[in-house]
């Protein structure tokens, strides 16, 4: 299984971007997702995550109500839509698949699977 990442840019404070993140394989329907990401000198951090069917979705605090994590699975795509970003958002954005099932989905070790990164930096 590998996994792409795209999207990332510069953008200033407020405005919009969308990451995707497209996955090898043909059982990506299978695969419960997620976004972390990195900012500069801090830990790796979980942003959000959806299940298989995309029924079922969670968000780290701080992006709630600015975030919204989908996925098209005849695409093989997993998307993040970040709105009214903030300066603080910038950081290395990757995604992360498994296909088990976790109760702690926050963390990074539960994901077996990680594509390469994209950076989204935010301007104040």
């Known amino acids: 299984v590998q996994l792409q990442a795209s999207g990332g840019g510069l953008v200033q404070a407020g405005g919009s971007l969308r990451l995707s993140c497209v996955v090898s394989?043909?059982?990506?329907?299978?695969?419960?997702m997620a976004w972390f990401r990195q900012r500069p000198g801090k830990e790796r951090e979980f942003v959000a995550h959806i299940t298989p069917s995309g029924a079922f979705r969670y968000y780290e605090d701080s992006v709630k109500g600015r975030f919204t994590i989908s996925r098209d699975n005849a695409k093989n795509t997993v998307y993040l839509q970040m709105n009214s970003l903030k300066p603080e958002d910038t950081a290395v954005y990757s995604c992360a698949a498994d296909r088990r099932y976790s109760t702690d989905y926050r963390e990074g070790d539960n994901y077996g699977y990680w594509g390469q990164g994209t950076l989204v930096t935010v301007s104040s």
């Open positions: 394989g043909r059982t990506f329907s299978s695969y419960y």
